[in-house]
């Protein structure tokens, strides 16, 4: 609203301030307003790219705001959906400390990975190890993000990838998210090597997940074990979770099993088979998403339900609101207490 008849003002102001030879500067809300004015046009990413450049490399003396950059210039990028000007960008080696962040690479590597850059989402890997942000050469996310990589490329050199970061990050005493053991699975799974899969599972310290359920009956029935392979179709048939998500399985993971069974010699696991897939059938337990779907799908924020108080904590409040009422700084007050929502 406020750049809404000056925009092209603006911009051309800027253009001038970014010329070789000008004395002007690049401030702090200049940058800020030109990242938010953005258009996806290469005349405003390049006058962006100059305005970073410039505003980088003038006296950090004359900078006194702790205004962080980086994550919101990868959000620009990332809306805009340029991976190639935002890897760019990231890997000038001028502005080597200005995407310090770890929320920046995370961006980033969302970004490459969502246009299928595999190989530059883990060469911005290399990058986050070798910086060691916040004391930590492994963060979680940045973990998955380069697992998913690997899990999309599956070819031989992206399986030696994904054992090679495994062992470095369970060596550093890092703990992987399931997300990025499910990846990690799923590639073993299709590198022939279910064995693997079985041994990365097995961290999870949940097997319930639906992605690890389905991973896990795919890597058996690649081992030719049927036989083991049945208890885990078997278990969310027997467990009774009223109100939740419904346990699935995928239809290609059942096939997968299927044909472990008719390699089976073992009468006694074909009719156990036929058993457990007409009761899953009947109960609506397979579905025609892929296990691939499954495992790329979005992960969504959950809000938690907020839980009622207990007897202590509704006999504190109140005396809270008694010594208010008596102070005059009740909820009708002009001094109510600040909660966490209102410090956010």
Same mark, same amino acid.
Not at 278 to 297: K, N, P, R, V, W
């Given at each position: 609203?406020?750049?809404?008849?000056? /925009?092209?003002?603006?911009?051309?102001?800027?253009?001038?301030?970014?010329?070789?030879?000008?004395?002007?500067?690049?401030?702090? !809300?200049?940058?800020?307003?030109?990242?938010?004015?953005?258009?996806?046009?290469?005349?405003?990413?390049?006058?962006?790219?100059?305005?970073?450049?410039?505003?980088?490399?003038?006296?950090?003396?004359?900078?006194?705001?702790?205004?962080?950059?980086?994550?919101?210039?990868?959000?620009? $990028?990332?809306?805009?959906?340029?991976?190639?000007?935002?890897?760019?960008?990231?890997?000038?080696?001028?502005?080597?400390?200005?995407?310090?962040? %770890? %929320?920046?690479?995370?961006?980033?590597?969302? &970004?490459?990975?969502?246009? *299928?850059?595999?190989? *530059?989402?883990?060469?911005?890997?290399?990058?986050?190890?070798?910086?060691? &942000?916040?004391?930590?050469?492994?963060?979680?996310?940045?973990?998955?993000?380069?697992?998913?990589?690997?899990?999309?490329?599956?070819?031989?050199?992206?399986?030696?990838?994904?054992?090679?970061?495994?062992?470095?990050?369970?060596?550093?005493?890092?703990?992987?998210?399931?997300?990025? %053991?499910?990846?990690?699975?799923?590639?073993?799974?299709?590198?022939?090597?279910?064995? +693997?899969?079985? =041994?990365?599972?097995?961290? +999870?310290?949940?097997?319930?997940?639906?992605?690890? @359920?389905?991973?896990?009956?795919? /890597?058996?029935?690649?081992?030719?074990?049927?036989?083991?392979?049945?208890? +885990?179709?078997?278990?969310?048939?027997?467990?009774?979770?009223?109100? =939740?998500?419904?346990?699935?399985?995928?239809?290609?993971?059942?096939?997968?099993?299927?044909?472990?069974?008719?390699?089976?010699?073992?009468? !006694?696991?074909?009719?156990?088979?036929?058993?457990?897939?007409?009761?899953?059938?009947? &109960?609506? $337990?397979?579905?025609? /998403?892929?296990?691939?779907?499954? &495992? $790329?799908? =979005?992960?969504?924020?959950?809000?938690?339900?907020?839980?009622?108080?207990?007897?202590?904590? @509704? %006999?504190?409040?109140?005396?809270? *609101?008694?010594?208010?009422?008596?102070?005059?700084?009740? $909820?009708?007050?002009?001094?109510? @207490?600040?909660?966490?929502?209102?410090?956010?």
């Amino acid at each position: 609203m406020q750049f809404r008849e000056m /925009a092209d003002r603006f911009r051309q102001k800027m253009k001038d301030f970014v010329q070789p030879n000008s004395a002007n500067m690049v401030f702090t !809300e200049d940058l800020k307003h030109m990242i938010h004015l953005a258009n996806n046009n290469e005349e405003d990413l390049d006058l962006i790219e100059q305005m970073i450049l410039k505003f980088n490399k003038q006296s950090r003396d004359l900078r006194f705001g702790s205004f962080i950059f980086g994550p919101v210039v990868m959000r620009m $990028y990332h809306h805009l959906n340029r991976p190639k000007e935002a890897l760019k960008i990231f890997m000038n080696p001028d502005l080597d400390q200005f995407f310090n962040q %770890i %929320i920046s690479f995370q961006i980033l590597m969302d &970004l490459l990975l969502r246009n *299928e850059m595999y190989d *530059e989402v883990l060469q911005v890997m290399e990058v986050v190890k070798d910086k060691q &942000l916040q004391g930590s050469r492994y963060p979680r996310n940045i973990v998955v993000l380069a697992m998913a990589a690997v899990y999309k490329q599956n070819t031989p050199e992206s399986f030696e990838y994904m054992k090679k970061l495994w062992r470095e990050v369970k060596d550093a005493g890092h703990e992987p998210m399931r997300r990025a %053991i499910t990846f990690a699975a799923a590639l073993a799974i299709n590198q022939k090597s279910p064995h +693997v899969a079985v =041994e990365l599972l097995s961290e +999870v310290p949940r097997q319930n997940y639906v992605t690890v @359920r389905n991973l896990k009956a795919a /890597a058996l029935a690649d081992l030719d074990r049927a036989d083991d392979a049945l208890p +885990v179709l078997r278990s969310v048939i027997e467990v009774d979770t009223p109100g =939740e998500v419904k346990n699935t399985f995928c239809a290609d993971v059942i096939a997968k099993v299927k044909e472990a069974v008719d390699r089976s010699d073992k009468k !006694e696991v074909h009719q156990e088979f036929q058993r457990i897939l007409e009761q899953l059938t009947q &109960l609506g $337990y397979i579905t025609d /998403a892929s296990l691939d779907s499954q &495992l $790329y799908s =979005e992960i969504e924020k959950v809000t938690l339900p907020s839980r009622p108080r207990t007897q202590d904590q @509704r %006999i504190l409040a109140a005396k809270f *609101e008694r010594q208010d009422r008596g102070s005059g700084r009740g $909820y009708q007050g002009q001094r109510q @207490r600040i909660g966490l929502a209102d410090m956010e």
